[in-house]
């Protein structure tokens, strides 16, 4: 619809005002005419926004007569709704109505627009109005400011506390910018990131419950639960990270996936979001990439002697392949891009194919798999291979095609490296000829498999010698002669480790090379249990065994070894190694 005439002129011939009326309250020193006309009593609230309404050729809406529904009530986060004075009316085909008092803030529609990614429609109502139903329909901007200041405070004391009790980053509170006229909420999920950096987590989950919204970090891989948040703040913190992430705040039903990068402590910190709807709300999980934490040498690792010896050997080879199992979060990655830094030169050409790529490495040929455009592991290898590298570095064997190609990659004269989920080394072969491969490319193609495990440290600050209950090391095979030379710690737990009594983790590992015998009894398709007794004949360390050595060294604890790993059915002294 065409603008009208000027809003003034509509009350006149509407017969709110007169033109003297008018001339009085131009005449009025303190704020507008539309102020003037409300504070002298000739018109309310409402008769100037119709009027503002017709002139615009907009609709009014009289928000006391109307209930909009909590799916729409949704669409628009509280904190924009508040910040910007708006509420959400209705929703049809891809477009939101909101409902505002100022017809001319252009710059408000916009941002709605990129915030929602929705085209906006724009209904009037008085200001008063839109914020007495902002706090009916959101709660009282009192309580709410309330609950996320008292969150806001706590947050920023333990993050304090913990930098000065000895955490890394002391008083890093201002790491993170922000501004004065930043939102609370804004300011909630900021610190809650902080404090997850500051406190050395990996994860960040916030969990909707019915009555509450949990927040855990994953540090040195348990997690450990924050203070709840209220539960009408779940909205808000969501959208904001979803903001953050670039990603469709609107889309609630389904999955999203997104990136977000951010500065926390003076490091560039990469956050690798995932976001799923539950039965209480969506349910958001932050990954935390810490660049520092690819810079760790291969030593670095955890790796004995022995095993840190004959792994430099391997990835030193030319060709073949070598796989690092385990489960989710044991330090594949981890592993295999110390080893890729160890071999990164300016000679050498490396290529990998991820999904997705968590870290990026310099001087290093880094492709993602995007399945939905059929970019999978096996096409990335197969283009890869016309690229001549000399270094592959395939995120995860996963099917049957990604398999055949990594190995014929592999016997065509290329290293590979790879992943694979299993519980122990001996049992990849039993999965790749599972998968499909045949038993002699198996034979032929891998040098050598690895399965690694994180277990915690003990921390240095808060450790002490004790000796543990008699039956445990009867429990677990060790001779009373070793038990003597064993060097048991144990922490107390202080601030350094947050109560835990460990800080940091470091790999266990078991590294079972392809010998000759090996490799024949792939061929001849025997049992995993066969072969593990062959790889333990000639020197395989099972991941039990290299953790009691650490245990016996005061690196780690009894508990921690058996909590992350499994005793083999038959399993020999580690005092034969």
């Known amino acids: 619809m065409a603008k009208s005439r000027d809003w003034t002129e509509i009350l006149i011939r509407r017969g709110v005002i007169g033109p003297d009326q008018l001339k009085e309250a131009s005449r009025q020193e303190n704020g507008t005419v539309e102020e003037a006309l409300i504070r002298l009593g000739y018109a309310d609230a409402d008769d100037i926004m119709k009027a503002k309404a017709e002139q615009h ?35 049809d085909s891809g477009i939101i109505r909101v409902i505002m008092h100022d017809p001319l803030d252009f710059e408000t529609i916009d941002k709605l627009r990129f915030v929602l990614n929705r085209e906006i429609e724009v209904s009037l109502a008085p200001k008063e109005a839109i914020v007495e139903a902002i706090n009916k329909y959101y709660g009282s901007a009192s309580s709410e400011t309330e609950s996320v200041d008292s969150m806001l405070q706590e947050f920023t004391d ?17 790491s993170i910018t922000l501004e004065e006229g930043d939102a609370p909420v804004i300011k909630l999920v900021h610190l809650i990131i902080q404090e997850a950096v500051t406190m050395r987590a990996s994860d960040i989950h916030i969990e909707p ?58 490091k560039d910190i990469d956050l690798r979001l995932s976001i799923i709807p539950t039965n209480h709300g969506q349910s958001a999980v932050m990954r935390i990439l810490d660049r520092d934490n690819i810079k760790v040498g291969l030593q670095d690792l955890g790796f004995g002697d022995e095993d840190w010896a004959r792994f430099k050997q391997l990835i030193k080879r030319p060709n073949g392949i070598l796989l690092v199992t385990g489960p989710t979060g044991s330090g594949k990655t981890t592993t295999l891009y110390a080893a890729l830094n160890e071999l990164n030169r300016p000679d050498v050409k490396i290529i990998t194919a991820e999904d997705p790529v968590e870290y990026y490495l310099p001087g290093v040929n880094q492709c993602e798999v995007k399945a939905k455009i059929g970019m999978t592991f096996a096409r990335i290898i ?9 270094i592959l570095l395939v995120g ?52 050598a498999i690895m399965a690694q495990r994180l277990v915690r ?21 060790l001779r009373p002669e070793i038990i003597k030379k064993a060097n048991f710690m144990k922490g107390k737990g202080c601030n350094h480790c947050n109560k835990t009594g460990y800080r940091g983790r470091m790999g266990i590992f078991e590294l079972m090379v392809m010998t000759s015998q090996v490799r024949e009894m792939t061929f001849k398709g025997d049992s995993t249990l066969n072969i593990r007794k062959m790889a333990r004949k000639q020197g395989m360390r099972t991941l039990f065994e290299d953790g ?28 034969k190694k």
């Open 548 to 575: 009691m050595i650490k245990v016996l060294r005061g690196m780690t604890t009894i508990d921690e070894v058996l909590r992350i790993t499994q005793r083999d059915m038959v399993t020999e002294s580690i005092t």
């Open 457 to 477: 440290k003990v921390c240095p600050k808060c450790r002490h010698r004790y000796e543990p209950p008699a039956h445990i090391l009867n429990g677990i095979g």
């Open 209 to 266: 419950f019915a009555d509450r919204v949990r927040i855990r970090y994953r540090i040195d891989g348990v997690l450990m639960e924050r203070d709840s948040a209220p539960r009408r703040l779940l909205g808000a913190i969501i959208s904001r990270i979803k903001i953050m992430a670039s990603i469709d705040i609107a889309e609630k039903r389904r999955p999203q996936d997104g990136r977000i990068k951010i500065l926390v402590a003076g």
């Open 57 to 91: 050729g907009l609709p009014f809406v009289e928000l006391h007569e109307i209930e909009i529904p909590p799916s729409v009530i949704e669409l628009v986060p509280e904190s924009l709704a508040r910040e910007n004075i708006v509420m959400p009316l209705s929703q």
């Open 158 to 174: 333990t993050a304090i506390d913990f930098a000065e009790d000895g955490g890394t980053g002391a008083k890093q509170a201002g």
């Open 382 to 390: 197969r283009a890869m291979l016309r690229q001549n590298p000399n």
């Open 396 to 447: 995860e064997i996963r099917d049957l095609e990604t398999a055949e190609t990594a190995i014929q990659a592999s016997l065509t004269g290329h290293l590979v490296f790879s992943t694979l989920h299993t519980n122990d080394a001996p049992s990849a072969i039993t999965r790749l000829v599972d998968i499909g491969i045949q038993p002699f490319l198996v034979a032929s193609s891998v040098m």
